[in-house]
């Protein structure tokens, strides 16, 4: 269950880091560093409050969410606290797709 979510979220966060490919790819090819640097720097707090909204969510909903994989109370139970810690990884997890994208984008990686 933990994994299928930690799946899920990542490609959640991913999806800055998809964008962030091709607009920092566009602005260095147009020769704009400033221009891709203001991009990275937005798609970085973007990511860091995407990141940080997706663990509050998950906070909030640490109790309901296992009933949506299986019906099984000890299986729930057993859940919960990977839950906590999905949660708040969630953070860190988005700044590092982010910078994944923006590194791609820039081909530094």
Same mark, same amino acid.
């Given at each position: ?5 930690? #799946?899920?979220?990542?490609? =959640?966060?991913?999806?800055? $880091? @998809? +964008?962030?490919?091709? !607009? %920092?790819?566009?602005? #260095?090819?147009?020769?704009? =560093?400033?221009?891709?640097? $203001? @991009? +990275?720097?937005?798609? !970085? %707090? ?18 309901? !969410? ?44």
């Amino acid at each position: 269950v933990a994994a299928q979510l930690w #799946l899920l979220l990542s490609f =959640v966060c991913d999806s800055l $880091a @998809v +964008a962030g490919q091709g !607009l %920092i790819a566009d602005a #260095l090819g147009r020769g704009q =560093v400033a221009g891709a640097r $203001a @991009v +990275a720097d937005r798609l !970085l %707090i973007l990511g860091l409050a995407l990141g940080g909204g997706l663990m509050c969510v998950f906070l909030l909903g640490k109790e309901a !969410l296992p009933s949506l994989f299986t019906a099984d109370a000890s299986v729930a139970l057993a859940v919960a606290p990977l839950l906590t810690y999905v949660a708040v990884m969630q953070p860190l997890n988005s700044l590092v797709f982010v910078g994944d994208g923006i590194l791609q984008g820039s081909k530094d990686f």
